[in-house]
């Protein structure tokens, strides 16, 4: 499983010199929705391919892509088996590195109670299933963005290194509303001229410094 | 009677300086370095001298937590010995371990507070363990050795005894979980959990027991029988009569690594392994490490059986193919160049190889000797041989950018939805060049010619080709005929502004003369621009340990080869400096270069 969250969270941080993620979420009315995240790392081709080609980097093994790929299409697997889960669909393209997953829920909580069991099915000894802590939560009126603390914490341990290589990277993260936006708690947030979206852009080495950056909360017009 | 007069002082002087704790090295050790600790310690101090890499590693294997603040030289240790790491591998077992001399042996049981005295059944040796380390005092002699299973064999032991009691395998197979209910998961989990923990057990217990075997055996061959490096093989001893800072040797002809790419022939033709293997026998690879104003040299020299010799001969008759010269600029950060008379190589080869493998009575040997004799004499060779000579260079050019593709994407300021677009990018490179000499420019351009037929990849710029996307899908590769050479690089400045070479840009003339008498191999790097121009985050954490070590230093290293007789050959390796540092500071600098890139 650490090969998931090093495919999605970490080593993005870790071997980067130039990434792009966008997390992009969409929310109904009744709390449904759907859940895109991409991760690009086009711009770093020639050093991905490099690194692919070692057997470790800095202590940590490197998967080989068809691992990646398996690894992929397991958590694609179980995440559609878990509870609220409607759909998951995913897509890597291995020669521009560039992955991506989307998946279609009937409620925010159960979207994550259903990451959180797949990851820990992957990789029983990190307990994630265990961590009640919330990254989207969604009350029909406000949207809250947060970093869970797990994710911070490891990020903070875990990527020491490449500070000066993460600073061409890019977090967008988007939420798409059913009802027009009133306000944005973090003024960096930027709304669509109809305001029933929200895009907040981050750069990556400022992220990690300080992962509060992305935290925000939306609420909705009465 | 002057050979008489050399024997006799070789002897005495093997007496006199060949009683150190060298003795104690076991006859299975295939690699020794050993450091005259006189000579140095004369030029640097224990306390610089213990801030190395290497010594870090004999720290760790000597100090634990109990005994911070103190050093080697807290130790009891006699720097008037030699100090000896050594390291052997067998197929069974490998063997690990450094001797050193003995000055004070209550200031060395105050710092190896861990290791505690055992029984010895070995007249007038104490023996000490701690954990796996192994420490043996004979007198004024001490040897810390470490003897373990070889992995893959204890592997093999493990997995014979785990299947022979009727035990299924321990470990999930491919997938085999992925479609479990997640009762039957858990269930499954909990009995593969034990079954893996009984497996690990009996690895432990039968890990424990190889390894004091093979330590039995180690001690049993030493101590009892007498057997060391040292009386087996009169190489060795001569070699420790040297009086150079430091000394290397390799026994080749034992290498069970390089043993390994025999394996075939060995578990399938004995007789001809045998046979081939006479080729590599006395195969010992010496050196020496020297102080000088300015330079510390390691000379080495590689002997090997007259079969082996009469080929390495003819390959050495060669001449420096002056097309070379041009591509290699003045101040290039590091370039080696290769020169070998390939065709005579063959001939020689094909004299010595043909009546070995005739002695083989496998029908496949059979077919390929008689293929190899047909090809022998249908084949052009001066065809063949015209088309690569055997003379080629390399050169690191540095660091460049080079332009690649990259997908980003583009939002839609209305609704923030996004796509993807095709961009230009750049990425940093490090740029190589690699060119060979050949007679045949025809075959090159239609080789390429071909392969431009099959993939839009390649393209003719006229005086040269491109072959896109070729590193990593990502970066082109350049081919260029030019002064009878074919050119394969990365780089982009030379494919299109110097096809011809660098011009006044260039080497000098002196430098080519140099390289021109330089035999085999010759070779050049500027230690700080390589580390420094060298992109870190290619490597892996060792060798970017090693860059971090080198961005430090001045200098530069250089590679002759000497020469070649039938019986051995020698190559010089040069580190100069210029700055004010000991010359003793510089070798350790160079030994900490070479434990780094070994280790």
New interface residues.
Partial sequence: MKKIILLFILPVFL?S??L?I?D?LSLNMDGSGTFKY?I?L??????V??ILA??????KKVPKIDEIEAKIQ?FK?LLKNEKGIKSVETEF?K??F?AKIAVDFSSLDELQTGIKSVLNQLDPASKYSEDHSLWVSWDNKTLKRMIPQWVEDRIKTETQS?QE?LKNGSY?C?S?LPKTIQNSSNTVCKL???KT???LRVNALDLKLNPALLEHTLTLAP | MKKCIFLYCATIHAIVFGQGAEQLIPSQAVTVFSINNTDLLQKISVDEWINYDFMEEIHQELFDGSTDNKTVKDAGLDFDQRLSLFYGKTNQFEVTGFTFGVKDENALFKVFDDFEALPSSFQGIKIYQSLFNNLLIDKTKGLLIRVEPVESYLNQMTDSLWYSRGNLSPFYAMDEDQFMEEEALEKEDARKNLLEKNYYELRDSLEFELQKKYYNEVLVSLLSQRKSLYSNDSIFRELLTHRSAGVFYMDNSRNIDRAKNLWYLKTVLPTLYLDVQELYDGNIITGDLTLHEGSVEFDLKARYSEALGSIYAEMNHAKFDANIAPFIRANQPAYFSYNINLRSAYEKAYDVLVPILSKAKDPEISFNLLLLKLGNALVNKDALFDAYKGSLFMTFNGIQKVKTRKITFFYDEQTFEYGEKETDAEEDMPIFTIGFSTKRNDLPEMILEHFSQVTSKFENKGDYWVYNKAIFDAAPVFLIQAKGMFLITNDQDLAENHRDGYGKDAMSKRAVKSLKNSGTMAGFANLQQVAQKFPSDFLDPSQQQLMEFLRNKTGSVTLRSGETTLQSTSVKLKYSFNDSEKSGKHFLDLLNTLYLLTK
């Fill in positions: 071997f010199s130039c792009e966008i992009d991409t690009n086009s711009s770093s081709k020639i050093k391919n490099s070692l057997d470790s980097f800095n202590g397991q697997e393209n020669l521009d560039i490449d290589l967008t988007i798409r669509n001229p109809a979206a929200a895009m």
